[in-house]
């Protein structure tokens, strides 16, 4: 299977009911559907960030082996420790790397950190500050999707950029067919009750819109 049919496999599996409720007591918003919208657009803009920054071989190269070194996937099976939940005794140490979303963050978005808070906030109703917490949660659990997604596909470092875009592009693969969404769980039920795609077009062309290449 290919690094993109898994990233959603990874995302319907992840980022589910329970996650968003987690999400949304951890930082107070108490509208899980403004959480789940916020969450779209986040994992959007963090997306497409990476896809542009991987669109040198330097970038994609280093991408590849942050995924490697510090994204293999034992974050989704230790959420209890990002999320503040379970006692220690039963959590498994995890590298500071793959814990750090504020460094995550720098890395990916740069100075278009405060634009990209800005826009989610708009765009989710959240404010600022819950919309940080929410993205320093989230960016290491995207790398943690993407890291094993990786791990089990057969995409090397030169398809990451590629895969990105042709994920935030639904998978469209013929001029003529439809767009269809990214599978992001209960994200994309929320936002696409309809399953025409018309909203998750908006949100999660966010991240090709700010960071498109």
Do not use: C, Y
């Given at each position: 299977?290919?690094?993109?049919?898994l990233?959603?496999?990874?995302a319907?599996s992840?980022?589910?009911?329970g996650?968003?409720?987690?999400?949304?007591?951890?930082?107070?918003?108490n509208?899980?559907?403004k959480?789940t919208?916020?969450?779209?657009?986040?994992l959007?803009?963090?997306?497409?960030?990476?896809a542009r920054?991987a669109?040198?071989?330097?970038?994609?190269?280093?991408?590849?082996?942050?995924?490697e070194?510090?994204?293999?996937?034992?974050?989704?099976?230790n959420l209890?420790?990002?999320l503040?939940?379970?006692?220690g005794?039963?959590?498994?140490?995890?590298?500071?790397?793959?814990t750090?979303?504020?460094?995550?963050?720098?890395?990916?978005?740069?100075?278009?950190?405060?634009?990209?808070?800005?826009?989610?906030?708009?765009?989710s109703?959240l404010?600022?500050?819950?919309?940080?917490?929410?993205m320093?949660?989230?960016?290491?659990?995207?790398?943690?999707?993407?890291?094993?997604a990786k791990?089990?596909?057969?995409?090397?470092?030169g398809?990451l950029?590629?895969?990105?875009t042709?994920?935030?592009?639904?998978?469209?693969?013929?001029?003529?067919q439809?767009?269809?969404?990214?599978?992001?769980?209960?994200?994309?039920?929320?936002?696409?009750?309809?399953?025409?795609?018309?909203?998750?077009?908006d949100?999660l062309?966010?991240?090709?819109?700010?960071?498109?290449?």
């Amino acid at each position: 299977m290919n690094f993109t049919d898994l990233l959603q496999q990874q995302a319907s599996s992840h980022l589910d009911a329970g996650l968003m409720d987690q999400l949304d007591q951890q930082i107070g918003a108490n509208d899980r559907r403004k959480t789940t919208v916020a969450s779209s657009a986040i994992l959007s803009s963090l997306m497409g960030a990476m896809a542009r920054n991987a669109s040198d071989p330097q970038g994609e190269q280093a991408l590849s082996s942050a995924l490697e070194r510090d994204h293999d996937g034992s974050l989704l099976d230790n959420l209890g420790a990002l999320l503040g939940g379970g006692s220690g005794r039963q959590q498994s140490p995890l590298s500071p790397r793959t814990t750090n979303g504020g460094g995550i963050l720098d890395h990916i978005l740069g100075n278009r950190r405060d634009d990209t808070v800005r826009e989610v906030s708009q765009k989710s109703g959240l404010s600022s500050g819950q919309v940080t917490r929410l993205m320093i949660t989230l960016a290491p659990i995207l790398l943690s999707m993407m890291g094993k997604a990786k791990r089990n596909s057969t995409t090397n470092s030169g398809g990451l950029s590629g895969s990105l875009t042709d994920f935030l592009n639904g998978n469209r693969t013929a001029p003529q067919q439809p767009r269809r969404a990214p599978d992001l769980g209960l994200a994309g039920q929320l936002l696409d009750r309809n399953r025409d795609g018309s909203i998750m077009d908006d949100i999660l062309g966010m991240g090709m819109q700010m960071f498109g290449k």
